[in-house]
């Protein structure tokens, strides 16, 4: 079973920098995909940014060009860099994780604990 613990929120000021980390406790190399979702006060959680084992990103057209979605295999890391934040980004975000199980002949999903991030203006 996989498990993701985030870390990195926090306070930032609009258009600051933050950097939000996802480790996971088997390597990502198992892990099919990965991703960050966030979820605001009286919004349904979104998709923010997702990186697969190959490596190709996507990213939710309101984050494009502020936020980068990277791993580092060596440390089992997801990082989310959120540079120019906005005060709608203020959400509480959460990391994902997509692995095939052959056992049961479909993706398990694990989520993180989630991380409060507050931008402010």
């Known amino acids: 079973q996989v498990q993701l613990v985030e870390s990195g929120g926090g306070l930032v000021q609009a258009g600051g920098s933050l950097r939000l980390s996802c480790a996971a406790s088997v390597s990502i190399f198992e892990i099919n995909a990965m991703g960050w979702y966030r979820q605001a006060p009286g919004k349904q959680r979104e998709l923010v940014a997702a990186?697969?084992?190959?490596?190709?990103?996507n990213y939710a057209d309101s984050v494009k060009g502020r936020f980068t979605i990277s791993r580092d295999n060596a440390k089992n890391t997801v990082y989310l860099q959120m540079d120019s934040p906005k005060p709608e980004d203020t959400a509480v975000y959460y990391c994902n994780s997509k692995r095939y199980s052959g056992t049961y002949g479909e993706y398990l999903e694990v989520w993180g604990q989630g991380t409060l991030v507050t931008v402010s203006s």
């Open positions: 990186i697969t084992s190959g490596g190709s990103t």
